[in-house]
């Protein structure tokens, strides 16, 4: 069970820590309503509230631009964690990946897509949010870049305000990335999923890189088999969430640190160190002189 903290090593900041996207939200420089900016100001996870987005598209492809067109340039790679669940499948031993993640570097790998459960959809396909009129994603993308106003001062071409992107099916200003909203229904697979994990309980559970505060995917992690041990690998104690990490009730083990250092810490415990150097040219540069120096 994954979350924004995997792909970190990526250069890709996650949500909820100190620099990620919901602690530098600056909703003036939206295009919103007084009453819309001071309701992102209160609570940042507004700016990607199903709600808003249906009235006013403008702050989620605003915030959300940067991370689209990058995703079409492929400017983030696959990190050593994700090469590790890569190793996981090729030996046997991954029954499923659930993540939370919208960036989509989970199928840059060799995972089986079919192992793939991504839980808020993924920000690589575009669709209308209320007729579900898919759109090419390279299409989406270049309206993007014409249509929405940037924020952050990268592109000089890009426009001084923002319009809006019409759905050709229904006429709505409505069409997105086709990432799960708060507010909006999580896909059928990961339910379906979820009830196989009960009925084929797994001998472990990973836990990586989530505060586990977004439900119901973190139910995957909350709720897994009691006969289960559940890892949890991240840089903060989760103990608040319901693990117990003192020998009590049930075997939970926190591996304390960032993603990649753990997980090249357990790929080395595992002897698999060879396997991973395979991906070591494929890794984001930090990553991949991580590996070398291993």
């Known amino acids: 069970m994954t979350g924004a903290g995997v792909s970190c090593a990526a250069g890709i900041p996650d949500f909820r820590s100190p620099g990620g996207m919901y602690d530098t939200l600056r909703p003036e420089l939206l295009t919103a309503s007084p009453a819309e900016r001071e309701l992102m ?26 991370f689209i067109l990058g995703t079409q340039e492929t400017k983030w790679k696959a990190t050593i964690f994700h090469r590790f669940v890569e190793l996981l499948a090729q030996k046997g031993k991954l029954q499923t990946l659930f993540t ?94 979820f009830e196989a994990m009960s009925r084929d309980p797994p001998d472990l559970v990973l836990v990586a890189g989530t505060s586990l505060q977004v439900s119901p995917a973190n139910l995957v992690a909350l709720r897994a088999p009691r006969t289960a041990v559940r ?26 640190g960032d993603s990649d250092d753990v997980f090249l810490e357990l790929t080395k415990a595992c002897g698999w160190l060879d396997d991973l150097r395979q991906f070591a040219d494929s890794l ?5 002189q991580r590996l070398l120096r291993a």
């Not at 940037?150 to 006429?171: F, Q, R, T």
Request: hydrophobic share 30%.
């Open 41 to 66: 100001k209160n609570d940042p996870t507004y700016v990607v509230m199903r709600d808003l987005f249906l009235g006013n598209q403008f702050p989620y492809h605003e915030v959300r631009r940067p």
């Open 100 to 193: 939370q993640n919208i960036d989509g570097l989970d199928y840059q790998t060799g995972i089986p897509p079919d192992k793939i459960i991504p839980c808020h959809g993924s920000i690589a396909n575009a669709a209308c949010e209320v007729c579900d009129h898919p759109v090419d994603f390279g299409r989406y993308c270049d309206l993007v870049r014409t249509n929405i106003k940037d924020i952050y001062g990268i592109d000089p071409n890009a426009p001084e305000k923002s319009s809006n992107i019409k759905c050709e099916a229904c006429g709505r200003n409505t069409v997105k990335a086709t990432t799960v909203m708060f507010g909006g229904s999580l896909p059928d697979t990961f339910f379906s999923g």
């Open 231 to 256: 890892a949890v690998v991240d840089r903060n104690n989760l103990a608040d969430t319901g693990f117990d990490f003192d020998g009590g009730s049930r075997e939970d083990v926190w591996l304390k």
């Open 284 to 288: 984001p540069e930090d990553s991949r």
